[in-house]
């Protein structure tokens, strides 16, 4: 019983947290701030939602990838039901919006420039025996498309965000 006090205890703040939907002025305020970042992260008590191209109106936020209709696949038959349409995240599910970008670029290029110090240093390390030029061409080529990836890979897990609504105290809207 202990236990689902706390968990109760410690959900109830989140909750309480949730955002009344903005005004009309405090609305084109969150549009401006938001409209120079590429994604947006909404947090509530269901935890952190990354969306692409967010619509931001009364009934809450909405990626403008989610209104997409498009053919589900290559051969649809005429009686395929529709694709369901998710609806926008109500703002009293929502306790923070932030803004932001990943380092996705920035890790693939830091990735492809230490992977080609590594193959060439590994050229140079082991050189080889004929005179094919598979070796030279071939390592450098498969560490430099093997570092872009694997940076890009890490580049895109990391990001940074801002706090956009609720205006951050101490900050002008």
Known sequence: MTGIAIVLGTAAPVVAAALEAPDAAGMAALRGRASAAPM?????PSGAQVINRAILDSSGVRSADWDFVGRRAVFVGENAPPRP????????????????????LRG?????????????????????????????????GTAI????????????????WRTVYPVPAGTTP
């Open 40 to 44: 947006m992260r909404v947090v509530g």
């Open 108 to 140: 693939a290029v830091i990735g492809t420039l230490i992977a080609s110090f590594l193959g060439v240093t590994l050229i140079m390390a082991n050189p080889a025996k004929d005179e094919s030029g598979l070796w030279v061409l071939g390592v450098p």
């Open 85 to 104: 349409v998710q609806p926008p995240i109500a703002w009293s599910r929502i306790s923070e919006v932030q803004v932001g970008r990943t380092r996705a």
């Open 145 to 160: 498309a093997l570092g872009s990836l694997v940076g890009g890979a890490i580049g895109a897990s990391h990001g940074t």
